[in-house]
């Protein structure tokens, strides 16, 4: 929403991943880096058998340094991954890096950073009126552009973009 000020958040969608009483845990899905996949997997020794194009998606500014994955078609269902939304698994594991890096699935990412929010911190932001809440899909996480997608999702509410405008609430 407009009054969230912070421009590591200016209309990013955020993925929640983990919701509970020690805190909240998401990715933002709609910014990237000039990273690519393959350079970052050579860092780690792990061979890239996938498209030199793929790059790393920025998932927030806390820990940078950290990776994380979101899986979808393709990749193997014994992998170590959790379910966040239907078509849409989580994994945290270097194991489970290394083994989509040697056969990509087709809906696959990798991110650096994630967004956090302490216990209660962002129930309060929504109470601000600082975020839309909309549906999770997987065609948002995998498919749809990333300079579009806040408008798409916006719009997906059944909202006009040009109608925001900063205003305390839940929204």
């Known amino acids: 929403m407009p009054q969230l000020l912070d421009p590591n958040f200016a209309r990013a969608v955020v993925l929640l991943i983990e919701h509970d009483e020690a805190g909240t845990f998401g990715l933002v899905l709609n910014r990237g880096t000039d990273l690519p996949v393959a350079q970052l997997c050579a860092s780690l020794g792990i061979d890239w058998n ?22 979808g078609k393709g990749a193997p269902g014994s992998l170590e991954a959790t379910d966040v939304i239907e078509g849409v698994r989580f994994s945290r594991s270097p194991d489970v890096l290394r083994e989509c890096a040697e056969a990509p ?13 302490g216990p209660g911190q962002l129930r309060e932001e929504l109470i601000q009126g600082a975020w839309l809440v909309a549906p999770a899909s997987a065609e948002f996480v ?30």
């Not at 998932?59 to 340094?65: D, F, K, S, T």
């Not at 699935?105 to 929010?117: C, D, T």
Request: proline share 9%; no cysteine.
């Open 50 to 71: 996938g498209s030199d194009d793929r790059s790393v998606a920025w998932g927030g500014p806390v820990q940078p340094e950290h990776g994380w994955l979101l899986l």
């Open 105 to 117: 699935p087709e809906e696959f990412r990798v991110f650096l950073g994630y967004a956090g929010w």
């Open 142 to 171: 995998f498919e749809a552009p990333r300079e579009s997608l806040w408008e798409a999702v916006v719009r997906g509410l059944g909202i006009d973009p040009a109608t925001l405008v900063p205003t305390q609430g839940v929204n």
